[in-house]
């Protein structure tokens, strides 16, 4: 049957009708669904920020109370003399060297391992089960407690080695410690950069490892700087591995002689002195002093890590 004009017209009429109708149920369907968007965002927002908020009150109130405790035995005696009269007088001197010393050979071992092992995780290994398995070791070892590579240490580097108590003992242990966090964002790091990077320069002509030494290296650079100021940051604050490979109660001397030295050393200077020394009372503002002291001398050695990294990225842009 053939159709007219106005019956034509009636039909697109109708036609366009509900056309209308669906695009105004999609455009109000579309902003419900924008409007729930925006109320998750916003509730997870404020999640995080009361969260950020907490943790940053939380570090406030111990810092405030560290510093409200031990100002009172900050002294340039303090720092630069050697403990007298059973720990309760004199300095902390040879504690910082020795946190120094220790700190410092702990990275040196660690960062060419951590380094080399990420770019053979992320560059060379073929992916498959044997890496999945060797990236969930890492994973775990970044979990252990500290005590037990302390154990480690002292059963491998000091008994099996023969190594004793000493720096090198104690720098190797916190290496194996900080080994996994230097692992991890060094990997991380190699990932970020972008793989037009690595096939411009093959298609150059160059080699896979003069790709590597001159183009993802230099590029990663800043993100391997952040994972050597983690392990930097972790290493120095420890106390149960270096209690059992490196740290004595007191050692005689402002410097250690060789790395087969023992030292003393911040963390474990203040754990002997709020659990095992003669007059732990009286030491108390020793104890936050102390305290201080080794905040200071990790931020420190954080800010120099970190302005060198900011300076690398100004230079890399």
């Known amino acids: 049957m053939d159709i007219t004009a106005s019956e034509y017209e009636d039909q697109a009429d109708v036609s366009d009708k509900e056309e209308a109708v669906e695009k105004n149920l999609i455009g109000e369907s579309a902003a419900r669904l924008q409007r729930r968007r925006k109320i998750v965002q916003g509730v997870l927002f404020t999640l995080f920020r009361l969260g950020a908020a907490i943790n940053g009150i939380a570090l406030f109130i111990i810092i405030f109370f560290v510093f409200k405790n031990g100002m009172e035995a900050i002294s340039w005696t303090f720092l630069t003399e050697e403990p007298t009269d059973s720990m309760t007088r004199g300095g902390i001197f040879p504690c910082i060297v020795g946190t120094l010393c220790l700190g410092m050979g702990a990275i040196i071992a660690a960062l060419p391992i951590g380094v080399a092992s990420a770019i053979y995780l992320n560059e060379y290994a073929r992916p498959g089960c044997m890496l999945r398995i060797i990236r969930l070791g890492i994973s775990n070892l970044a979990g252990v407690p500290s005590v037990v590579f302390g154990l480690f240490g002292l059963a491998f580097f000091c008994v099996m080695l023969k190594m004793g108590v000493s720096i090198l003992a104690g720098a190797l242990t916190l290496a194996v410690l900080t080994l996994p966090v230097i692992i991890g964002s060094t990997e991380e790091a190699l990932k970020a950069v972008p793989d037009t990077y690595r096939e411009a320069s093959l298609a150059l002509g160059a080699t896979k490892w003069q790709t590597i030494s001159r183009v993802v290296l230099p590029t990663a650079l800043p993100g391997i700087l952040t994972g050597a100021i983690l392990g930097l940051s972790r290493a120095a604050g420890e106390t149960a591995p270096i209690m059992f ?29 709020a659990t095992a020394g003669t007059e732990i009372i009286k030491t108390r503002p020793l104890q936050y002093g102390t305290a201080i002291v080794l905040i200071t001398l990790v931020l420190g050695m954080n800010l120099g890590a970190i302005i060198w990294r900011s300076r690398l990225r100004r230079r890399l842009k």
Do not use: C, E, Q, R
Not at 251 to 268: E, R, T
């Open 245 to 273: 490979t490196g740290a004595v109660f007191f050692a005689p001397g402002k410097f250690p002689s060789s790395i087969s030295d023992s030292v003393m050393a911040l963390p474990y200077h203040i754990y002997v002195l």
